[in-house]
């Protein structure tokens, strides 16, 4: 198993794609560091994500994103977990494609719903239609998403370790992203 990484690797994807919880496993397997701008977010303002839409709106959120996202591309190397929104900004795709490498953890509507139906975490989700609306943003964002340097395929009842696994595949057959390749 190769250890150590030669640049960041940013999860991109839809909300439910798995980022943070893939982003865990992949960094423990590759004993690097996690990091999740959504949570460095939440840290630096003291107030939740669904708090910081309601009391000042997205594109402040966004913007607040986008200098989290340079930060902690700058800090180290490591696993970073992006929100849903944020691979959307021009900016931020350039950012990480400069200092790091996408990869789209692309998974189905079905297994996006099956894993945030419940969530009230979701402040775009709070709709009378949540359903409609994560298959609206689900389409809006797949064509963004799908510039990511590298696309790894969720699939229903694969473990969390074995994507985790899955993506080190896609990220040793790249060749210039994990250290010690083999």
Same mark, same amino acid.
């Given at each position: ?24 496993? =992949?960094? /423990?397997? @590759? ?8 949570? *460095? ?12 839409f ?9 913007? &607040? ?7 902690? @591309?700058?800090?180290? &190397?490591?696993?970073? /977990? ?15 494609? +400069? ?11 079905? =297994? ?9 975490t #979701?402040?775009? =989700? ?7 609306? @994560? ?6 964002? *797949? ?5 990511? *340097?590298?696309?790894? +395929?969720?699939?229903p009842? =694969? ?5 985790? +696994?899955?993506?080190? #595949?896609? @990220? ?6 994990? *250290?010690?390749?083999?």
């Amino acid at each position: 198993m190769a250890k150590g990484l030669r640049k960041t690797v940013a999860l991109v994807g839809m909300m439910g794609a798995g980022k943070t919880a893939v982003g865990k496993a =992949l960094a /423990s397997q @590759l004993e690097v560091p996690f990091l999740d701008s959504d949570a *460095e977010i939440v840290k630096a303002a003291d107030r939740s994500i669904a708090e910081i839409f309601e009391e000042h709106g997205e594109a402040f959120f966004r913007k &607040r994103e986008s200098e989290v996202i340079g930060r902690l @591309l700058d800090s180290q &190397r490591a696993i970073l /977990s992006t929100g849903g929104g944020a691979y959307l900004s021009a900016d931020n795709r350039a950012m990480i494609s +400069e200092r790091g490498v996408a990869v789209w953890l692309k998974a189905d509507l079905d =297994l996006l719903w099956s894993r945030v139906r419940h969530k009230t975490t #979701r402040p775009l =989700l709070r709709t009378d239609t949540p359903y409609e609306t @994560l298959k609206a943003l689900a389409l809006a964002r *797949e064509p963004f998403y799908a510039q990511a *340097e590298l696309i790894v +395929e969720a699939e229903p009842g =694969l473990s969390i370790e074995a994507m985790a +696994e899955k993506v080190v #595949r896609a @990220l040793a057959k790249k060749g210039d992203i994990l *250290e010690d390749d083999q």
